[in-house]
């Protein structure tokens, strides 16, 4: 990641999480006993969350020095509380030295596999962090995750015999060792590429459970306005190029991570309606009356299910008589 980046980040993260520090309050000071000899203690600095930040926003070295000084922050109370909700910046380091070193996919399932553990104690995530994150995450892993077969390492292998019995029984017949040794090559080959398929299978499950997590998580605030709606069409828009990109596995993964963010999206209406602005609430409606988006429609399960489309025009009806209310001089947040 270039340094511009890494100060955008930096920044980002800053502003949102550096709270002004609060006034001591005086105390009335004690005049020691002439007696007691009074030793003055060095006092032993503690970083405010400015500094704790600017450390954490150094770039990983990944030598055995620098993954355990990572493991030791990753292990801290403020790294889950305060840094990881607000920046995937380590996990971005981690998918570009993967690339980099051209590692295998297991190495990235073992990648998301540690981030994912981490992100399960986060309260929130940002939805900005999320987006820039997913962008890289599609750029590094769309290579990885080719198109899987569906058939079985059986299937494949049978297939495999057929297809040498119906070419090459002549061969068998007059030279049977040379059609074992050619038939038992291209059966192994068949079955590393099976097991390859497996990891990959795995990997996309890694990329489903580690987006579900976060998107379950995801956390706009009211002074966005606009941008929290447009954050979450850009976010869904991306799952969808995921699945386009093969690192979601299959339809049923793509609509259930779709649910996740228009459930969220929808708490965060119920939460902060009141506080959005009517000429919010007819962009979001004008976008859904003209069908913009082709994620909002995604086949459900059963037809009787309340679509996507559905559960956000409800929720929008919510929140604009929220807001009225709200600018009528009324809270009604808690009765609507």
């Not at 005049?31 to 704790?52: C, D, G, M, S």
């Not at 297809?163 to 050619?182: G, T, V």
Request: charged share 25%.
């Amino acid at each position: 990641m270039n340094l511009n980046t890494r100060f955008w980040l930096g920044s980002m993260v800053i502003l949102s999480l550096c709270t002004p520090s609060l006034q001591a309050k005086k105390r009335k000071k004690r005049k020691p006993r002439e007696t007691i000899e009074y030793v003055q203690k060095e006092k032993k600095h503690t970083p405010t969350a400015e500094e704790l930040i600017n450390e954490l926003l150094r770039p990983i070295s990944f030598t055995q020095e620098g993954l355990k000084r990572f493991i030791q922050q990753y292990n801290t109370s403020f790294y889950v509380e305060r840094f990881l909700p607000a920046c995937f910046i380590h996990l971005i380091d981690f998918l570009e030295f993967g690339q980099q070193q051209e590692k295998t996919a297991q190495f990235f399932l073992s990648v998301l596999a540690l981030f994912t553990q981490r992100l399960q104690a986060c309260e929130w995530v940002n939805p900005y962090a999320l987006l820039a994150l997913m962008e890289r995450m599609e750029e590094v892993l769309k290579t990885q995750c080719m198109r899987v077969e569906d058939q079985d390492t059986f299937t494949q292998v049978q297939t495999e015999l057929k297809r040498a019995l119906l070419e090459n029984f002549d061969l068998l017949k007059e030279q049977p060792e040379e059609f074992l040794q050619k038939t038992a090559t291209q059966i192994s080959q068949t079955v590393q590429f099976s097991n390859a398929q497996y990891v990959i299978r795995e990997l996309q499950a890694a990329v489903t459970q580690f987006l579900l997590t976060a998107t379950n998580k995801l956390i706009w605030h009211p002074r966005e306005k606009g941008d929290s709606w447009r954050m979450m069409v850009a976010i869904a828009n991306l799952l969808q190029g995921f699945f386009e990109s093969h690192l979601i596995a299959t339809y049923e993964d793509l609509n259930l991570l779709i649910w996740s963010l228009v459930y969220r999206f929808g708490y965060f209406i119920e939460c902060a309606g009141s506080q959005l602005t009517p000429d919010v609430y007819k962009i979001m409606q004008n976008e859904l009356q003209e069908k913009k988006h082709a994620w909002l429609f995604l086949r459900e399960q059963e037809a009787e299910m309340t679509s996507k489309e559905g559960y956000l025009i409800s929720a929008l009806m919510r929140g604009i008589t929220k807001a009225e209310a709200y600018t009528s001089g009324l809270s009604v947040d808690r009765f609507i």
